[in-house]
């Protein structure tokens, strides 16, 4: 069975930083592209950014509202996935989702972990 | 960036009766191997989302098969043929043909 369980919410001040943890089980994590995204307090779903494989290079993107400030890593031997958040906004707050992703999308999702940005 | 824009955002419906949810894009989801990369997923409260669909029409697996999903391009459909109680959520489309994006979310309730 597909686990996925983030963890490191918390409360940080504006202009603090952050970095969220997905533990990954039941399937190989180190083929797998992964996902974060987020949902801020009764709104909708908004991905965050994205890490492909390492056999596919590794590589990672991110939507314009996090780029620059968002950065996420893997560690394979770990079955790890990483969110370092930095320069946070009162608009980051949200709960954040780990996800592995198939065919295009957010196959699994995690339970979800909350950040909230505020002084 | 690619939008994705739903309707309805509220949708009432009668328990056994079908419901119908629209998803548009901004622009092509076909992805330069073919394929067309839309989902849909299922949110009920207090949950993580659920995906049902992905590639328009296919069914995640243990999804009802009164789940449906259609639609090319840019105009996708996602039918439930007959609601039940447990069907009450919010339901997102999401395109994965360029990057990620999800639509605004649809409000499922009971009439």
């Known amino acids: 069975e597909v686990q996925l369980v983030e963890s490191g919410g918390g409360l940080v001040k504006p202009g603090g930083s952050l970095r969220l943890s997905c533990a990954a089980s039941?399937?190989?994590?180190?083929?797998?592209?992964m996902s974060w995204v987020r949902q801020a307090p009764g709104k909708g779903l908004e991905w965050v950014g994205r890490i492909t494989s390492k056999t596919d290079g590794g590589t990672t993107e991110y939507p314009a509202p996090v780029k620059g400030r968002f950065s996420i890593s893997r560690d394979d031997s770990k079955n790890t996935l990483y969110l370092q958040m930095n320069s946070l906004k009162t608009e980051d707050t949200a709960v954040y989702y780990c996800?592995?992703?198939?065919?295009?999308?957010?196959?699994?999702w995690g339970q979800g972990t909350l950040v909230t940005v505020s002084s | 960036d690619v939008v994705m824009t739903q309707s309805p955002l509220s949708l009432p419906v009668t328990l056994g009766q079908p419901a119908s949810i629209s998803c548009r894009s901004s622009?092509?989801?076909?992805?330069?191997?073919?394929?067309?990369?839309l989902n849909w997923f299922q949110q009920r409260p207090g949950q993580s989302p659920r995906r049902l669909i992905y590639k328009v029409s296919n069914r995640d697996s243990g999804v009802p098969d009164r789940f449906s999903g259609s639609g090319s391009d840019t105009d996708f459909t996602l039918k439930i043929s007959s609601v039940e109680a447990e069907d009450v959520g919010v339901y997102y489309c999401m395109q994965g043909t360029h990057w990620y994006t999800f639509g605004q979310g649809t409000k499922l309730e009971i009439k």
């Open positions: 996800t592995r992703d198939n065919y295009g999308g957010s196959q699994h």
């Open positions: 622009q092509s989801l076909v992805y330069s191997d073919g394929n067309t990369y």
């Open positions: 039941g399937f190989t994590f180190t083929n797998a592209w």
